[in-house]
């Protein structure tokens, strides 16, 4: 599949619109996401490598706001665990419908189940992992309590919830280093100054990143006995959390 390259806001855009994961965004996303989240690759790949060692056999894993199921076909690859099913999951149909597609031309043998859902409706079961990849950074923030916990309990003994997101921080010198890093990471992925105010604009209501202190807290509060945070590039973090 040819990559097409992201440019919907390389031009001045009259009235500023909140950012959705519509048709246009789901034809660049491959592009966009790379050219926008310092890493991606090196997570994609590491999240494979996590769920080789913790999918238990019968068990289910879940892609929790999956997109072009990148997160799942890397998860496929790896699972050695007998009977483990994968179970992705978006809300966005274009998303939905273009990742039926990429998945069904992969040929590897671990069953994929794709449903188009909000996550705060699916019931997590017999999980041995459940990974959101900068997911939980687009949920109103009133129910992400709910949501973690809706995952620790639907995850087994031993089970683990793998979450990325971008971070906000408390300092304000803070924030400025890693927005300006992740600003020149953009630049010098060719993304113009007008592209990165415009996206900055639309994203303002749409993605609202917590700090990781919050983030820990809140796996603590939901059961979770102890969490790391394995991955880290400027803004952009990954933690493991464990049963
Ligand atoms: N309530 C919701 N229910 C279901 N899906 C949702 C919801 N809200 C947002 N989404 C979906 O979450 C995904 C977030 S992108 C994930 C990247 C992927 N994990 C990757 O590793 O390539 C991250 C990004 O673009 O920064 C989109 O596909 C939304 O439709
Ligand atoms: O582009 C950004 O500034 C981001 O924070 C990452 C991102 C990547 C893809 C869709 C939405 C946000």
């Excluded at 990559?3 to 001045?12: C, H, L, Q, T, V």
């Excluded at 310092?38 to 590491?46: E, K, M, R």
């Excluded at 998860?75 to 809300?91: P, S, T, Y």
């Excluded at 992925?189 to 993605?207: H, P, W």
Aim: glycine share 4%; charged share 25%.
């Amino acid at each position: 599949m040819i990559k097409k390259a992201d440019n919907i806001f390389a031009s001045p855009l009259e009235q500023m619109v909140d950012f959705r994961f519509d048709e246009r965004v789901v034809d660049v996303f491959p592009d966009m996401i790379q050219r926008s989240v310092p890493g991606y690759g090196t997570l994609i790949s590491n999240i494979g490598i996590l769920t080789a060692r913790y999918a238990q056999e019968n068990s289910s894993c879940y892609d929790l706001g999956s997109s072009l199921g990148a997160v799942t076909l890397s998860m496929r690859q790896r699972i050695k665990a007998e009977g483990c099913q994968i179970i992705a999951v978006d809300n966005s149909a274009a998303m939905i419908e273009r990742a039926k597609k990429i998945i069904a031309a992969d040929n590897n043998r671990v069953p994929v189940e794709l449903r188009c859902e909000d996550i705060n409706q699916t019931l997590i079961e017999n999980a041995s992992v459940v990974v959101m990849n900068f997911t939980l950074q687009f949920i109103a923030p009133a129910l992400r309590d709910e949501l973690i916990r809706q995952i620790y309990q639907g995850l087994k003994p031993g089970g683990v919830f793998i979450l990325s997101e971008k971070l906000t921080f408390d300092s304000d010198e803070q924030q400025t280093f890693f927005t300006e890093a992740h600003h020149d990471f953009k630049r010098a992925n060719g993304y113009s100054d007008l592209e990165i105010s415009q996206k900055r604009s639309a994203l303002e209501n749409v993605l609202i990143p917590e700090t990781l202190s919050t983030h820990q807290h809140r796996l603590s509060q939901a059961g979770f006995s102890r969490s790391e945070c394995w991955f880290q590039c400027f803004n952009f973090a990954s933690l493991i959390a464990f049963k």
